[in-house]
T-cell receptor, first 109, second 112 residues
Framework: RKEVEQDPGPFNVPEGATVAFNCTYS??????FFWYRQDCRKEPKLLMS???SGNEDGRFTAQLNRASQYISLLIRDSKLSDSATYLC??????????FGGGTRLMVKP | DVKVTQSSRYLVKRTGEKVFLECVQD?????MFWYRQDPGLGLRLIYF???????EKGDIPEGYSVSREKKERFSLILESASTNQTSMYLC???????????FGQGTRLTVV
């Protein structure tokens, strides 16, 4: 079983839709969590950190559920430019970043 | 801005060659990582280092070694390149836990 698991998608949604991704992690020692965005043939870049209390950045909301060991990303009012692969990342106490396989989002006009 | 620079964007090497992939960061980060990324498999950790001369194996270290002689530079070495090492290689660095990791632009290596 992978340490961080994501549905690979693709999620095909129309512009303006709300879409949610979940990610599960198996290492209960994981300390911090992130969502990264990766465009085709580019390097991953940080989208947002994920806090226990949940956090919001514009159209993006991230949540962490430690009891169930999953994190989520909600994108409201999807834009064409949101089309990308979204990577869920955990950081355990050993400073080791572990990536999920990524969820591909395609926003259609 | 933090900058993580990988020495090459594209490389083509022959089977059996020794290959060096270089990564340099300019923000004095302690932690540096090497990943490979393959379709359907995501990013897999090869090696990481949390200090000069320190290295730890990741999930797939076989066929690779690393060197960290200076804080800013983390080198990945393919001792004898094989075709199954054809991949996108990504270097990352970050200062401490709970902080953002910064990636280099990636090196697309093809072994023929």
């Amino acid at each position: 079983r992978k340490e961080v698991e994501q549905d690979p998608g693709p999620f095909n949604v129309p512009e303006g839709a709300t879409v949610a991704f979940n990610c599960t992690y198996s290492n209960s020692a994981s300390q911090s969590f992130f969502w990264y965005r990766q465009d085709c043939r580019k390097e991953p870049k940080l989208l947002m950190s994920v806090y226990s209390s949940g956090n919001e950045d514009g159209r993006f909301t991230a949540q962490l559920n430690r009891a169930s060991q999953y994190i989520s990303l909600l994108i409201r009012d999807s834009k064409l430019s949101d089309s990308a692969t979204y990577l869920c990342v955990s950081n355990n106490a050993g400073n080791m970043l572990t990536f999920g396989g990524g969820t591909r989002l395609m926003v259609k006009p | 801005d933090v900058k993580v620079t990988q020495s090459s964007r594209y490389l083509v090497k022959r089977t059996g060659e020794k290959v060096f992939l270089e990564c340099v960061q300019d923000m004095d980060h302690e932690n540096m990582f090497w990943y490979r990324q393959d379709p359907g498999l995501g990013l897999r950790l090869i090696y990481f280092s949390y200090d000069v001369k320190m290295k730890e194996k990741g999930d797939i270290p076989e066929g690779y070694s690393v060197s960290r002689e200076k804080k800013e530079r983390f080198s990945l070495i393919l001792e004898s390149a094989s075709t199954n090492q054809t991949s996108m290689y990504l270097c990352a660095s970050f200062p401490s836990m709970n902080t953002e990791a910064f990636f280099g632009q990636g090196t697309r290596l093809t072994v023929v």
